[in-house]
């Protein structure tokens, strides 16, 4: 079974900076990784991913230009480099792992993280 280990997360100021990390183990078969947030209320929508050559990327209108995602293949990791963080980003981060190419929408997500808390005051 798939575990993802989600790190980063917490409280920072708007036009600051988070790092979200999230890590595939007990697996040696390589997944498509991405980050989905949540608001109370709302469905749980894709933010960023990265296929699992690496080759592949998907950003949501909302994180364009703001965020970048990368990853570590010898690790199986993905990381969420979030840039002038603003109060809507405020949300519950999920990491989402798929054997296939990309993750554009949670319905296509196999294993789910636990969730990290990101809030952003203003």
């Known amino acids: 079974q798939v575990q993802l280990e989600e790190s980063g997360g917490g409280l920072v100021q708007a036009g600051g900076s988070l790092t979200l990390s999230c890590r595939a183990s007990?697996?040696?078969?390589?997944?498509?990784l991405g980050w989905f947030r949540q608001t109370p209320g709302e469905e749980r929508d894709a933010v960023a991913a990265?296929?699992?050559?690496?080759?592949?990327?998907y950003y949501a209108d909302s994180a364009k230009g703001r965020f970048t995602i990368s990853r570590d293949g010898a690790q199986n990791t993905a990381i969420l480099q979030m840039n002038n963080l603003k109060p809507e980003d405020t949300a519950v981060y999920y990491c989402?792992?798929?054997?296939?190419?990309?993750?554009?929408?949670?319905?296509?997500?196999?294993?789910w993280g636990q969730g990290t808390q990101v809030t952003v005051s203003s």
């Open positions: 990265i296929s699992w050559t690496g080759n592949g990327r």
């Open positions: 989402g792992a798929s054997l296939g190419w990309m993750l554009d929408r949670a319905s296509l997500v196999e294993f």
């Open positions: 007990h697996t040696d078969r390589s997944y498509a």
